[in-house]
């Protein structure tokens, strides 16, 4: 048994300064591939450095990068690490602190990457005449996908979450590594032949090479002939991969592709009952309004039926009877006062009312009335009326 007894701290500080005092690992150069950058908001930079069998973690510190990075660096490129190899005492780790990055050709998994999405673009297997639509009410959705892991997961949650009614159809795939491809493939194909609405393929994010599998050819060629429409899932909103470009549509995260696929019942239900509300509203007011024209046509109608029109002609008889009568007893009545005016007028003048009165008339003896004096002669013989009787004499005497 040992006789020291030594805390974690000491050993991971007796072991940094071991890397410290090694002169080869104080002025180091790694050739690999990069994979898993990060470009942290402190102005560091984390990656992995691997080549086919082995990766060792890394980091450039801010400081470094105005004169040791002169190129826009990515996931897939090639590089040679310049830099010294060093302890991260907290976590128990030994990584590269990298100085400068100098390019050194595109990884491999990068250049086979390039070389395949050019060769199915190529194909037309990108082409937009072959996208079909995503179902706007969806309601069996397949998946394919790890059974375990964050993306099944996520899926499931945000599916029912927007609809508690959807059916999720799950076949449970490897996601990475060797088989994974005609895993992928094998999901897809089962999925198709069950006639549902949307097929969502994909996992969680990862580096190139845990992505691989989703730019194999024959998970490409499974997307592009299935007869139900795809939503490619595959990586973070970063990470595309061949399977993405073949997809009916391509969501950033499996989350995403949720959305994508499944509608929200609620607001559907909602919808509907505005609809429903719109819509009886209309009814009502189109029916009151049916209603009155209804009862116009009914009013014209009934205008210009026999029965009404003989009705108005009997009344409007009526009417002109009642007017000629009106008409004719007034014209009786104005002549009947004109003439008793005119009788009252001839009574006033009658020769009977002035001789009553003690008038008299003069006529000559041819008959004529006589008015003045100097009309006769002496002797003539002229005749006196009365009210009562008349006398025969001869004028003596005239006088003017």
């Avoid at 039926?305 to 004719?328: E, F, G, K, V, W």
Wanted: proline share 2%.
């Amino acid at each position: 048994m040992a006789k020291d007894i030594f805390s974690v701290s000491e050993v991971n500080n007796y072991i940094s300064g071991m890397f410290e005092n090694d002169f080869m690992l104080k002025n180091i150069c790694i050739k690999g591939e990069i994979s898993n950058i990060t470009f942290h908001t402190s102005g560091h930079i984390y990656f992995t450095l691997k080549d086919e069998n082995s990766c060792i973690a890394g980091i450039m510190f801010r400081g470094n990068r105005a004169r040791g990075l002169t190129f826009p660096i990515k996931t897939g490129d090639k590089v040679n690490v310049y830099g010294r190899i060093g302890v991260y005492s907290q976590a128990g780790k030994y990584q590269i602190y990298a100085t400068s990055f100098e390019e050194a050709g595109l990884g491999e998994l990068f250049k086979r990457y390039e070389e395949l999405k050019k060769e199915f673009e190529e194909m037309g297997m990108f082409d937009e005449s072959y996208k079909r639509p995503i179902p706007r009410f969806a309601t069996r959705i397949g998946v394919v996908t790890a059974e375990t892991g964050a993306a099944i997961h996520d899926i499931i949650t945000t599916s029912l979450r927007r609809n508690e009614h959807v059916e999720i159809i799950l076949y449970p795939s490897l996601v990475q590594g060797a088989g994974a491809a005609p895993s992928i493939a094998r999901g897809i194909e089962t999925l198709d032949e069950l006639e549902l609405d949307v097929i969502i393929v994909g996992r969680g994010g990862g580096s190139i090479e845990d992505l691989w599998a989703f730019n194999e050819e024959e998970v490409a060629r499974a997307v592009f002939n299935a007869r139900t429409p795809i939503i490619s899932a595959v990586g973070h909103e970063v990470d595309y991969t061949i399977c993405d470009f073949v997809a009916d549509k391509r969501a950033a995260t499996p989350t995403a592709a949720a959305e994508m696929a499944v509608f929200e019942y609620e607001v559907l239900r909602e919808s509907m009952e505005s609809m429903a509300v719109r819509l009886n509203n209309t009814f009502d007011r189109t029916l009151e309004t049916s209603r009155a024209r209804l009862d116009v046509y009914k009013n014209r109608l009934g205008a210009l039926s026999p029965r009404n029109q003989l009705t108005q002609l009997m009344l409007r008889l009526a009417d002109i009877n009642n007017r000629l009568d009106n008409s004719i007893n007034n014209k009786i009545n104005e002549t009947r006062y004109r003439l008793e005016n005119d009788a009252s007028r001839l009574d006033l003048l009658s020769p009977a009312k002035k001789l009553a009165s003690g008038f008299s008339y003069v006529v000559d003896k041819d008959g004529r009335n006589v008015t003045k004096a100097s009309s006769l002669n002496i002797d003539d013989e002229v005749t006196l009326y009365f009210s009562e009787g008349k006398a025969l004499t001869k004028v003596k005497k005239i006088e003017k």
